[in-house]
């Protein structure tokens, strides 16, 4: 009973730095999203995907890549990382029709 | 525009007291809130969602479509309750969420 998994648990990145995190479920779920989460903003939407091949920009895009090559996996680009995506970043999914996520367990980043 | 509110960053009981979270909406269509709690350094899980009118751990939420809120509810506080609770607004037809900022709830002994 895998759901949502993320990898990496935790990163530390110097600014400039690239790195993919990657958010992989096995529910056969459509919808995927990467949220970053930050004390006092709540959960903010960085992309999203409505299926394989498509992925659209959410809230917070700037900074950030994505791609959804396979249904079951997606994956969050940080082409030159700054101190100001220091966060906590979350991936969900759910099925077409579904009401509600399901989170993976996080990723906490530093970038210092 | 669509939001979520939620008043209070800190909440803080005492075991055996009665909690309310408070959450407030903004939406033109028919709302689909839920609840979600996250423990400490944990992921986020579904406590609630409005359409299934359940009661999860002792907490309740009713949707109130004059006031436009959802306020989650316990009679009764546990320590295990101590948490961060994020109320949530289900919109569009691909499944965004749209998330309050939080509210992190303390029971004390």
């Known amino acids: 009973n895998a759901g949502v998994t993320q990898t990496p648990k935790f990163r530390v990145l110097k600014t400039g730095q690239s790195m993919t995190l990657l958010c992989a479920q096995d529910m056969n779920h459509e919808y995927m999203y990467w949220y970053r989460q930050d004390p006092g903003m709540g959960l903010r939407l960085i992309h999203y995907?409505?299926?394989?091949?498509?992925?659209a920009k959410g809230e917070v895009p700037d900074g950030y890549n994505v791609s959804r090559l396979k249904k079951q996996n997606f994956l969050l680009g940080l082409e030159s990382a700054a101190p100001s995506q220091t966060s906590v970043y979350f991936c969900?999914?759910?099925?077409?029709?579904?009401?509600?996520?399901?989170f993976g367990s996080g990723t906490r980043l530093t970038v210092v | 525009a669509q939001r979520v509110t939620q008043p209070e960053k800190l909440l803080s009981v005492f075991k055996g007291a009665p909690v309310e979270l408070k959450c407030n909406y903004s939406y033109s269509g028919s709302p689909e809130l839920f609840w979600y709690v996250q423990y400490s350094r944990q992921r986020l899980q579904l406590l609630l969602r409005h359409i299934s009118r359940e009661s999860i751990k002792g907490f309740t939420a009713d949707l109130n479509k004059g006031e436009t809120s959802f306020h989650l509810k316990k009679p009764f506080a546990q320590e295990e309750d101590s948490a961060m609770y994020y109320c949530?607004?289900?919109?569009?037809?691909?499944?965004?969420?749209?998330f309050g900022k939080g509210t992190k709830l303390s029971v004390k002994p």
């Open positions: 949530a607004l289900w919109w569009g037809s691909q499944g965004n969420l749209i």
């Open positions: 995907s409505v299926g394989e091949g498509t992925t």
């Open positions: 969900a999914s759910t099925a077409r029709g579904g009401y509600g996520y399901t």
